[in-house]
């Protein structure tokens, strides 16, 4: 069973940091694409970063232009853990924050709320 628990939500002041992280098991890890949407309320669900499976010929990240820049993916391939590290937080990046793998699996998502 394909399992994706994100933690490390919370609340922030508008520039600071956080870290978010991703537990990942029930699947070969190293061979899927994995990235972050995350969803306001309100507003449409967003992608806004992926980083490519381990043993793709074209090892890649793809940010989107909001997070560009201030959000940065990372993978450990040995723990099956994926993280998110956001600096200079806005209010605009307030929202659920899900970790999800190319194949369409999610986790129940974390929190993340940036007060001005």
């Known amino acids: 069973e394909v399992q994706l628990v994100e933690s490390g939500g919370g609340l922030v002041n508008s520039g600071g940091s956080l870290r978010l992280s991703c537990s990942a098991s029930?699947?070969?890890?190293?061979?899927?694409?994995i990235g972050w949407f995350r969803q306001a309320p309100g507003k449409e669900r967003e992608g806004i970063v992926c980083?490519?499976?381990?043993?793709?010929?074209?090892?890649?990240?793809w940010y989107a232009d909001s997070v560009k820049g201030r959000f940065t993916i990372s993978r450990d391939n040995a723990k099956k853990m994926v993280y998110l590290q956001m600096n200079s937080l806005k209010s605009e990046d307030t929202a659920v924050y899900y970790c999800?793998?190319?194949?369409?699996?999610r986790g129940q998502g974390t929190q993340v709320t940036v007060s001005s």
């Open positions: 999800a793998t190319a194949g369409g699996s």
């Open positions: 029930g699947f070969a890890f190293d061979d899927y694409a």
């Open positions: 980083s490519s499976a381990v043993g793709s010929s074209d090892k890649s990240e």
